[in-house]
């Protein structure tokens, strides 16, 4: 069964959560451990995140310095294919525009073809770190629209160069990415539902949200999707604080807010112990108002926050 499937036939509010591939150089073994904890909650799927590299100046003498490409997180395809036998569930990997050219994608869809991986959750990717703007690779998608589109002519039996694929495998499904609280670069949140529309008419099954704090953003945000016609599920993603840094990290970082009554009690707290206590209770509260208005699905980032998520999940499944 397809994510899309599997949230709307959950019967209660579904629970997934996404993991990241393991630094360069260590073991799978902290990913399986992370999985170990969060399955006595059945999660429907989980998402596993991808990395685009990242330029790194080498100093070449001389006063010249060279950017070097290097993937910190490479291997969601093997994380995704690991994940999937061991645990038998199903598994979603990410799929980005940056750091990639249309080739190098089309080999990771034959890779998750050939493995029976067939749910993709399609994404632009973030701007590399120094950069003012987003730069797609020479030959690459400029936007997630553009790598639907790859996908869609994938799934119709055509390569990227145009060529037949002389036996069509079993197609992709995909979910995108949404903001309640607007993406950074979009100049307003309406333009960001036209995008998303235009995403949803091109196949795409659900969304998954940004993080987010404050529920009327969220319920604000589907109000306006379902206005303009939009009618997929739009699956809420949460993550718990779990530092006291996070309370400016996650605007920095995400761009969002946290909202006063949050903030108020995370500047009270003295050590990262008591900002987790004070993320886990915020976080419970804020699950608890989703389940009740009836999402089908939450969403967990887990990225150092599995224990948080874990006392979370122990408290709302
Ligand atoms: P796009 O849909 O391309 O949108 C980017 C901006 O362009 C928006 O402002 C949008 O309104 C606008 N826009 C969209 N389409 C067009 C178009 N055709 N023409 C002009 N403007 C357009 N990042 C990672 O690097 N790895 C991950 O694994 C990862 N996982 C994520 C999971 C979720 C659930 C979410 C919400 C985000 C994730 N991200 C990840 C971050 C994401 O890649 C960034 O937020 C990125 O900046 C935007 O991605 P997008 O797919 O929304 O891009």
């Known amino acids: 069964m397809r994510v899309s499937q599997l949230v709307k036939t959950a019967g209660t509010t579904a629970f997934s959560f996404e993991i990241l591939p393991p630094l360069k150089g260590n073991s799978i073994d902290k990913v399986f451990r992370d999985i170990d ?22 100093d070449m003498g001389g006063g010249v310095y060279r950017c070097g490409r290097l993937r910190r997180r490479p291997g969601t395809v093997a994380v995704a294919a690991a994940v999937q036998s061991k645990y038998g569930i199903p598994v979603v990997p990410h799929i980005l525009c940056s ?16 493995l029976g991986i067939y749910d993709l959750l399609l994404l632009r990717g973030d701007k590399v770190r120094h950069e003012p703007a987003f730069m797609p690779e020479e030959g690459g998608n400029a936007h997630a ?15 990227v160069d145009g060529s037949p694929i002389k036996q069509p495998g079993t197609p992709f499904s995909y979910g995108v990415a949404c ?3 607007k993406h950074e670069e979009s100049p307003n949140i309406e333009s960001d539902i036209y995008w998303l529309k235009q995403k949803v008419a091109a196949g795409a099954e659900y969304a998954v949200t940004q993080l987010f704090y404050d529920n009327a953003r969220y319920f604000d945000f589907v109000r306006r999707v379902r206005a303009e016609g939009i009618d997929i599920p739009i699956i809420p993603g949460i993550k718990p604080v779990s530092k006291l840094s996070q309370l400016s990290v996650v605007p920095r970082t995400f761009k969002v807010d946290i909202p006063p009554a949050l903030s108020s009690e ?5 050590t ?9 209770e915020w976080c419970v509260a804020q699950c608890r108002e989703l389940m009740k208005a009836g999402v089908p699905s939450i969403h967990f980032y887990s990225y150092s926050a599995i224990d948080s998520v874990y006392d979370v999940a122990r408290q709302i499944y």
Request: hydrophobic fraction near 35%; proline fraction near 3%.
């Open 37 to 58: 904890r969060l399955r006595e909650f059945n999660p429907r799927y989980i998402n596993i995140t991808t990395h685009s590299s990242e330029c790194v100046y080498r």
């Open 99 to 114: 750091g990639f050219t249309k080739e190098e994608t089309e080999y990771v869809l034959i890779d998750l073809q050939f």
């Open 145 to 159: 629209t553009d790598l639907i589109a790859q996908v869609n002519d994938f799934n119709r039996g055509i390569f």
């Open 179 to 181: 903001y309640p609280e």
């Open 266 to 270: 995370l500047v009270r707290c003295k």
């Open 272 to 280: 990262d112990a008591d900002a987790a206590r004070v993320g886990v």
